[in-house]
């Protein structure tokens, strides 16, 4: 009642389950949610803060791996667990190239690859402005990523597989037997959907499962996808370079690597090599490879590079960047800057044309759930008034 005095045992007893119960499930899942999205921009900030520690450490004259272990021993977690195993292999007389092989999981592969490869140089410094590019590929991960999650929460959820179960188990078959009683036939639509409801059914688990696997191996990240990897059969790095933005990517490291080691004055064929591992791709390694062996035939690298780029354009941009003033590194700013953008345009692009089907699919599923229950509803409707 209006005036009826409210119990504040009452109350307060509902404000708790109504916390219990409601609010600390929301906030659980939307911080699990912030938490998982949010791996590859965490992945970057330690990669981008190490590069900076580097650099920080090269301009003050400081040894690379005293200042690595001092860090360590300061205690700041902002770099991670695996950072302070890295400062403990440092610690134990490894170099740096030696530490990051015996922790993977610290950087990215192709970071790790270009560290190595500025070790080898014999000056980190000359490698830091090729490593600033793969720091700002998860940016792009991250906004397809969002795409693919508003699917998951909005369209392909488990919860709409679990009430086309319960259509298909309950509500059809009840629907079934009155249309056999009152009309003895069935609407055309209706007959079609019961009879393939299983394969509608499967279709959109098999949506959301493949949505599944890919929101692990975006959780999991590079060393995830690895062990998918085969020794024999290198499936994980042929599917990569096949994909547009990836293979974008990977001329971008690839080129930026080259025209560092060339700067430095390293051999072509040790500065083909030594850039193709920076790709962190089979694929490209073994054309890399191949990119090698022309240059000991006694081929120009600007013919021999036409084994890594099938468009001809990396050989034309070499070509004039052997020609320009300043370095190879500074002629080739520009294209890897166009490869940045257009990688990042490729991976959006992808991502809304996906996101955008699978909406497209699952409208297609639910229309004709609906026009089957709203047909049988008809049906029975019109008998009812022919009674």
């Not at 990669?47 to 300061?74: H, Y």
């Not at 188990?169 to 009683?181: D, Q």
């Not at 025209?259 to 051999?267: E, S």
Request: hydrophobic residues 55%; glycine residues 6%; charged residues 15%.
């Amino acid at each position: 009642m209006l005036g009826q005095a409210v119990d504040p045992g009452q109350l307060a007893f509902s404000v708790f389950c109504y916390c219990l119960f409601v609010l600390v499930p929301l906030c659980s899942v939307a911080w699990a949610a912030y938490y998982l999205l949010s791996l590859p921009m965490r992945r970057q900030e330690r990669a981008r803060f190490f590069l900076d520690l580097l650099e920080s450490a090269l301009k003050q004259g400081r040894p690379v791996e005293q200042t690595l272990v001092d860090m360590a021993n300061s205690k700041d977690t902002a770099l991670g667990v695996h950072f302070h195993l890295l400062a403990a292999y440092i610690e134990e007389g490894l170099r740096l190239g030696q530490a990051l092989e015996k922790v993977p999981q610290f950087l990215p592969p192709q970071l790790n690859a270009m560290l190595r490869a500025g070790e080898e140089l014999g000056d980190l410094r000359k490698v830091l402005p090729a490593c600033r590019y793969l720091v700002k590929d998860a940016q792009s991960h991250v906004r397809g990523a969002a795409s693919y999650l508003v699917v998951i929460v909005l369209v392909l959820s488990p919860i709409s597989i679990l009430a086309f179960n319960l259509m298909a188990v309950v509500i059809f078959p009840k629907f079934n037997e009155l249309m056999v009683c009152m009309t003895g036939s069935r609407p055309l639509i209706f007959t079609f959907v019961q009879h393939h409801v299983g394969w509608l059914i499967a279709a959109q688990a098999i949506l959301f499962a493949a949505i599944v696997f890919s929101a692990m191996l975006y959780i999991g990240g590079p060393r995830f996808v690895r062990w998918f990897q085969f020794r024999t059969l290198p499936l994980v790095d042929w599917i990569a370079w096949r994909v547009p933005w990836k293979h974008k990517r990977m001329q971008r490291n690839f080129s930026a690597m080259l025209a560092v080691l060339l700067d430095g004055g390293v051999p072509e064929s040790n500065a083909v090599r030594l850039a193709g591992d920076c790709a962190a791709n089979e694929v490209f390694r073994r054309r890399a490879a191949s990119v090698q062996a022309a240059l000991a035939q006694g081929v120009r690298l600007t013919d021999a590079v036409r084994r890594l780029d099938d468009s001809g354009e990396f050989r034309w941009r070499l070509a004039n960047a052997a020609h320009a003033r300043g370095g190879f590194l500074r002629a080739l700013t520009g294209w890897h800057e166009a490869l940045d953008a257009k990688s990042f345009q490729q991976e959006q692009a992808a991502a809304h044309i996906v996101t955008s089907a699978l909406v497209l699919a699952n409208g297609v599923l639910v229309a004709l759930v609906a026009l089957a229950v709203f047909g049988a509803l008809v049906s029975i409707i019109e008998a009812g008034v022919l009674w």
